[in-house]
């Protein structure tokens, strides 16, 4: 069973820029997507965004087309989620979580592992 660990997490404010890290331990970490998850107060865990087991292909949600990316070295065991233009609403906890064999990684339903999640917040 692969263990994730979130970093990178903090206080920001509206237009800064984080980057979070998600080192993965326990096996290979090239087999399945990994993506990005954020549950803010009294709201349901919501996608991100997301990246291919061999880093190809990348998928976002709405509020993170064109100020988020998503990229992964496999060679390190990380995938990571730099995030620019940064606004209050982006505040939460985000979760790294890899897919399991079956299912759309941007569905938390087909999500088999989860970090413990490193919390943003960003202030106006």
């Known amino acids: 069973q692969v263990h994730l660990e979130e970093s990178g997490g903090g206080l920001s404010q509206a237009g800064e820029s984080l980057r979070l890290s998600c080192v993965a331990s326990?096996?290979?970490?090239?087999?399945?997507?990994v993506g990005w998850f954020r549950q803010s107060p009294g709201m349901e865990r919501e996608f991100v965004a997301a990246?291919?087991?061999?880093?190809?292909?990348?998928w976002y949600s709405d509020s993170g087309k064109g100020r988020f990316t998503v990229f992964r070295d496999n060679a390190r065991n990380t995938v990571y989620l730099q995030m620019t233009s940064l606004k209050p609403e982006d505040t939460g906890v985000y979760y790294c979580?890899?897919?399991?064999?079956?299912?759309?990684?941007?569905?938390?339903?087909?999500?088999?592992?989860w970090g413990q999640g490193t919390q943003v917040t960003v202030s106006s």
């Open positions: 979580a890899e897919r399991g064999p079956i299912g759309t990684v941007t569905d938390p339903k087909a999500i088999a592992v």
């Open positions: 326990g096996r290979a970490f090239n087999d399945y997507p």
């Open positions: 990246v291919s087991g061999g880093g190809g292909q990348s």
